[in-house]
């Protein structure tokens, strides 16, 4: 089966800090996603990796950046938190040639 | 980018049908579907490639009309265990958009 694992559920922080999340997956996949989702707007793409340090934006990367150092990892960065960055995040891992995407259980972050 | 899925939701009694319509404005290489239970992380349903195949699983299935870019849910004899949020997936050459979600409700 594959896992998809995400650093914390749930996380408490305050406007600037620096706020890392994590992402890791056990299937060798090549492609990795982090979508926001906030309610009556589905799942929104942030950013998203086909390979190592390969990077590609999505439609609301404004905010955001990431980090992708190793194959299974995948990692979010929110440079100087904001309380519209609340929100609940999630991480997806598909392979090239399969292209399901199997997600993590989401990281709720709130901002105060 | 993101695909148009309707009914934004759709409440049901146990055994009456449903559909969940979803259609893009760009060129399609697969339709994916999910479900996603309150609390719980998406989970892959069914996926369609072009070709305007169907496909099905259990009382659940699904077209792609590659044509048109647009993709039907159908969901028969609903059970109280397909409530949750369903979302299209559209792919287009590995560039992945998600619609907004149904959120359908089965009550007994």
């Known amino acids: 089966d594959v896992k998809v694992t995400q650093s914390s559920r749930y996380l408490v922080k305050r406007t600037g800090e620096k706020v890392f999340l994590e992402c890791v997956q056990d299937m060798d996949h090549e492609n990795m996603f982090w979508y926001r989702q906030d309610p009556g707007l589905g799942l929104r793409l942030i950013y998203f990796s086909y390979d190592v340090k390969m990077k590609e934006k999505g439609d609301i990367p404004e905010g955001y950046s990431v980090s992708r150092e190793k194959k299974e990892r995948f990692s979010l960065i929110l440079e100087s938190a904001s309380t519209n960055q609340t929100s609940m995040y999630l991480c997806?891992?598909?392979?090239?040639?399969?292209?399901?995407?199997?997600f993590g259980p989401g990281t709720r972050l709130t901002v105060t | 980018q993101q695909p148009v899925q309707s009914p934004q939701a759709v409440i049901l009694r146990e055994g009456e049908d449903a559909v969940i319509n979803c259609s893009s404005s760009?060129?399609?290489?697969?339709v994916h579907w999910y479900r996603q239970k309150h609390g719980e992380a998406p989970v892959f349903l069914m996926i369609?490639?072009?070709?305007?195949e169907q496909k099905g699983h259990d009382k659940i299935s699904a077209s792609f009309n590659e044509k048109k870019q647009q993709s039907s849910l159908y969901l028969t004899a609903s059970q109280l265990s397909y409530s949750g949020t369903y979302f299209c997936?559209?792919?287009?050459?590995?560039?992945?958009?998600f619609g907004a979600g149904t959120r359908l409700t089965v009550k007994p």
């Open positions: 997936g559209t792919d287009n050459n590995n560039d992945m958009r």
């Open positions: 760009k060129a399609l290489y697969s």
């Open positions: 369609l490639l072009k070709g305007g």
């Open positions: 997806a891992s598909s392979s090239t040639s399969g292209r399901v995407q199997y």
